[in-house]
């Protein structure tokens, strides 16, 4: 199997890292080798996540180079917009449609970008922008967008349904389980264009 290179990207709290050993965790279990780099710096204060997470028949890299990535997975717009660049030409963002205002707009030196969707769809022929925040409070819980957003990016990923299912079982803390595979089954039902 060729290489997947997926990058996740995020603010602090979102779930981002979670979010890439479920992926890490279904792709050992259907006996890929997989690499991954987590870098996050200032995530306990809300700033920038990002999670390279890459798997195959040989991996040597956990790095996801610039223009190489098959799908950007990003949980907050403005982070999807800074690493809109690592896609490949014909690959895939999936967006949550989230505004976190990062320090510079918070302190006031900054404002928060008004076109950032259309700036990215530009950029990115395949976008898919989905309101993951309103669906997880509809769920119940905020703290699952993220297993919303899995259940979009699974779709692309070409692994059974099961599978991902038992790595949210596996990963999760064991009173969540079944509200994040709720969450998850939402996701992978959406119908987005």
Not at 4 to 16: P, Y
Not at 22 to 41: C, L, P, R, T
Not at 109 to 125: G, L, M, S
Not at 140 to 148: A, D, E, F, M, Q
Request: contains cysteine; hydrophobic residues 40%; negative net charge.
């Amino acid at each position: 199997m060729e290489t997947k290179n997926i990058l996740i990207v995020g603010v602090g709290g979102q779930g981002t890292l979670l979010t890439s050993r479920i992926i890490g965790d279904v792709a050992v279990k259907k006996g890929y080798d997989v690499k991954m780099s987590e870098v996050h710096g200032m995530a306990q204060r809300g700033g920038s996540v990002v999670t390279h997470v890459r798997y195959g028949d040989k991996v040597y890299s956990p790095l996801v180079e610039e223009g190489t990535c098959d799908i950007l997975l990003a949980f907050e717009k403005l982070e999807a917009l800074r690493w809109i660049h690592y896609l490949k030409e014909d690959g895939i963002a999936i967006v949550n449609n989230q505004e976190i205002n990062p320090m510079p707009v918070i302190t006031g030196a900054a404002q928060y970008p008004e076109d950032i969707i259309e700036r990215i769809k530009v950029t990115c022929k395949k976008t898919y922008i989905v309101d993951a925040l309103n669906i997880a409070k509809e769920l119940g819980n905020i703290k699952v967008l993220n297993t919303v957003l899995l259940g979009i990016l699974s779709k692309h990923l070409g692994l059974e349904k099961t599978d991902w299912e038992e790595a949210i079982e596996r990963t999760v803390p064991p009173k969540t389980i079944e509200l994040n595979k709720k969450a998850f089954s939402t996701g992978y039902e959406l119908e987005i264009k």
